[in-house]
């Protein structure tokens, strides 16, 4: 039976992982990226009800009964699972409510299937944590490698499949469920069948997202295909026939140019994002981000001969500009002197050895949610101190980096990208910016009301004829002088760039602008930490990102309301105050399990932020650290197993301090290791990463099922709602963590989670 009952572990454990992160990425389009962090986890708290609910009611979930109910929770697991994406689908479900109660469920099944194990089992529980952990580190590997051979709805039907052979094998463990178990098969087989049909010819497809982006377009597109962390659709236009829109999760875009004669490109030289290329020619360019090749396109058409794109979505390259699209745009990423490589810009500039005499960003961002969180944005690495300096260094000493960003009366975005320059020109020594940075803008840019600026910026000033050549380029098409060395022509930029002073100015700023460094790389949040329950509309491209920030503080409080409503709820409505008689210790038991579940997350999201440049990519960070703290986590709940019951309380205190001293090392150590690394293959960064990662996984994968196996001795009854008290947590502890982050930096969010576990190393030493 055992073998049957850890197969069945692994299976939920993956289950749930994967159908976390499929969903994710599902909601990153239907909803704005922030509702999708909000929904997943409010849905996750369907396992810590699950906890709760076992615990309320004890005759209804007795041991007699678990064999049966344990194949009917994974049974409804699967179908449940499989309703969500099929009413998504067939519904054109978009409001948060129906989606956040249809997403809650399955989870609270799964997690149901879990809690009855941990009742009912609590001897085994170090294997049966093993192979939990086991299965949620193999499923965050399997889901990045399904994502991007399969669209995401035909993800959660293959999960729904899994739990459903999870059901079928949970069934073995009781002979008198033998007339039953053709049900399972048949729900198996029928899932597998959807999920082959769908893969092949999609049934359920996502045809509204963000309110109406897909309703304007889904007549005209041409082509749709997602991966592990994004769904790329390409549409044609009936007003233009000579460009295509691609379209990333429905928020961000690119244009795709038809090509036939670079030399009949003369329109192109209108555009804003041109001024550079106005100003002269550039032996050697680099494009990040370039997307459908807009920027590659001018590059070209203003002589340019040596330019390198790099662009971090491979469905673009791949599959659109190098693949189905490739005569339309005329072969352009393997145009002569054109070089695209898939690479995150940033880590890619940190492993290049090249100098550039033109480095040009345009609109580098997307509004994509990761299971990671909210903020776990790709772009967010392009937009800090450490970012520009590492621009800077690869320039030649006449080079030029040219950004592109949304600009206000009050600006946000275009005056932190100046902010951050004006930091990056001082750690070289440059103390004065004014000769260093041209600042040009259009009104209206989109048609939609608009605003864009584009920014330059050189480690040498300006000299007069490029000065020169900037105003007449500008009058001439329209576009406003909003600063120059010679015309300084906006207030806002002009005090930000001459004053004396600049931390008063940010102080009175309405908007925190202030540079941002990669221990705190938010740049998309300028919001102030005191305006957090405020509604803030702002006519920007990126105003979405301030409702993101008050739902992320709105969810936390909804987190706590929950937490203290799992620990208190049971007493209240069932005045269960038996579970306080004849023992001690039971608030220090709960605490203990709550300040795991606090820690746990708060340094997971230090370690995936702080490993993004390192392997190169967001998706490899979460999945590295995800899969290493998992897996590494279950070997030392295995090894925990071989601890006496009398030596655990002793044993408990040295992991918790080992794991707190390896906190703070890691706090100093790791910027050293990634620095000596960084240039290494890829292989080589993901075999140090797994090493780095090794001791504080094997380590943090031993409190929790020590404590239950003190628990189950002392206070086995609890064992259920512990189990939901340390998964509310875990999901408080992630949104606490990016709080923390956005507002204090990654380095105290670390100290925090090592406050965590001193805190729960104190309530050890009074068991």
Not at 245 to 271: E, G, M, P, R, V
Not at 313 to 326: A, E, F, L, R, S
Not at 515 to 523: A, S
């Amino acid at each position: 039976m055992n073998k049957r009952l850890y197969l069945g572990v692994f299976l939920t454990g993956l289950s749930i992982l994967m159908l976390e992160v499929a969903i994710t990425r599902i909601l990153s389009v239907i909803l704005f990226y922030h509702f999708a962090f909000l929904v997943v986890s409010l849905a996750l708290l369907g396992i810590s009800i699950s906890g709760f609910y076992v615990y309320l009611f004890p005759k209804t979930f007795s041991q007699d009964k678990v064999k049966t109910q344990l194949p009917l929770s994974a049974l409804l697991f699967s179908i449940f699972s499989a309703v969500l994406i099929i009413s998504i689908s067939l519904f054109d479900l978009e409001s948060v409510y129906p989606i956040a109660g249809l997403t809650l469920i399955p989870f609270f099944f799964g997690g149901l299937c879990l809690s009855l194990i941990l009742k009912h089992f609590a001897k085994q529980v170090s294997r049966l944590y093993f192979f939990d952990l086991l299965g949620s580190g193999i499923g965050c590997i399997l889901v990045i490698f399904v994502l991007n051979v399969i669209r995401a709805s035909s993800v959660i039907l293959l999960v729904a499949s899994i739990i459903a052979l999870t059901a079928w094998i949970f069934s073995t463990l009781d002979d008198s469920l033998k007339k039953i178990k053709q049900a399972y098969v048949w729900v198996l087989l029928t899932l597998l069948f959807l999920t082959l049909i769908n893969s092949v010819s999609p049934l359920f497809i996502i045809d509204y997202s963000k309110g109406f982006l897909e309703k304007q377009v889904s007549d005209h597109v041409e082509f749709d295909k997602w991966n592990s962390f994004s769904r790329v659709i390409v549409y044609s236009r009936e007003d233009n026939k000579y460009i295509k829109k691609i379209l990333i999760d429905n928020s961000a875009s690119t244009t795709l140019t038809y090509l036939q004669d670079i030399n009949n490109l003369d329109s192109l030289k209108k555009k804003i994002t041109n001024l550079p290329f106005e100003l002269r020619k550039f032996d050697k360019t680099l494009i990040l981000g370039p997307g459908g090749g807009q920027d590659i396109l001018t590059a070209l058409v203003y002589g340019n001969a040596d330019i390198t794109g790099v662009e971090i979505n491979p469905i673009i390259v791949n599959d659109i500009v190098k693949g189905k699209y490739q005569y339309y745009a005329g072969d352009l990423f393997n145009y002569p002197g054109v070089k695209v490589v898939v690479d995150e810009g940033r880590s890619f500039l940190e492993r290049d050895n090249n100098k550039y005499d033109l480095i040009q960003n345009t609109f580098v961002d997307t509004w994509a949610a990761s299971s990671a969180g909210a903020y776990a944005l790709s772009e967010n690495n392009l937009y800090t101190v450490e970012a520009f300096m590492t621009y800077f260094e690869h320039l030649q000493s006449d080079g030029m980096l040219a950004f592109t960003r949304w600009w206000t009366e009050q600006p946000r975005e275009s005056l932190r990208v100046v902010s951050l320059a004006i930091e990056a020109l001082a750690q070289l020594g440059i103390s004065d910016p004014s000769n260093h940075i041209m600042i040009v803008g259009k009104r209206d840019f989109d048609g939609s009301g608009n605003h864009v600026a584009t920014m330059l910026f050189k480690k040498t000033p300006f000299s007069q004829e490029e000065i020169l050549l900037s105003e007449q380029w500008g009058t001439e098409l329209g576009y406003e002088s909003i600063y120059s060395p010679e015309n300084k022509n906006n207030p806002i930029f002009t005090e930000l760039i001459e004053t004396n002073d600049r931390n008063t100015f940010y102080q009175n700023y309405p908007y925190d602008i202030r540079p941002v460094t990669d221990n705190r790389p938010f740049f998309f949040n300028t919001q102030w930490l005191k305006d957090w329950h405020k509604d803030i509309v702002i006519n920007e491209g990126a105003s979405e990102v301030h409702a993101g920030t008050k739902n992320l503080y709105n969810l936390f409080i909804i987190m706590i309301g929950s937490v203290v409503l799992l620990v208190f709820l049971p007493l209240l409505l069932y005045r269960r105050y038996d579970v306080f008689s004849g023992s001690s210790g039971t608030g220090r038991v709960l605490t203990y399990f709550v300040l795991l579940g606090l820690g746990f997350l708060t340094v997971e999201i230090f370690l995936m932020q702080k490993l993004v440049l390192f392997l190169g990519h967001p998706v490899y960070s979460l999945s590295v650290v995800l899969f290493s703290l998992l897996v590494f986590g279950g070997i030392g709940s295995f090894i925990s197993g071989f601890i006496k019951y009398e030596s655990i309380v002793s044993r408990l205190r040295i992991i918790m301090t080992a794991l707190i001293i390896i906190f703070i090392t890691y706090l100093f150590l790791l910027p050293i290791i990634i620095d000596i690394f960084l240039q290494s293959t890829q292989i080589l960064r993901f075999a140090v990463s797994l090493l780095i990662l090794l001791p504080l996984g094997v380590l943090i994968g031993m409190p929790f099922p020590l404590g239950i196996k003190l628990v189950n001795q002392s206070h086995n009854k609890l064992i259920p709602w512990i189990w939901g008290l340390n998964g509310g947590a875990s999901v408080l502890g992630s949104v606490l963590a990016f709080i923390l982050s956005i507002n204090f930096g990654f380095n105290l969010t670390l100290i925090v989670g090592a406050g965590f576990y001193l805190l729960a190393l104190v309530m050890v030493k009074k068991f």
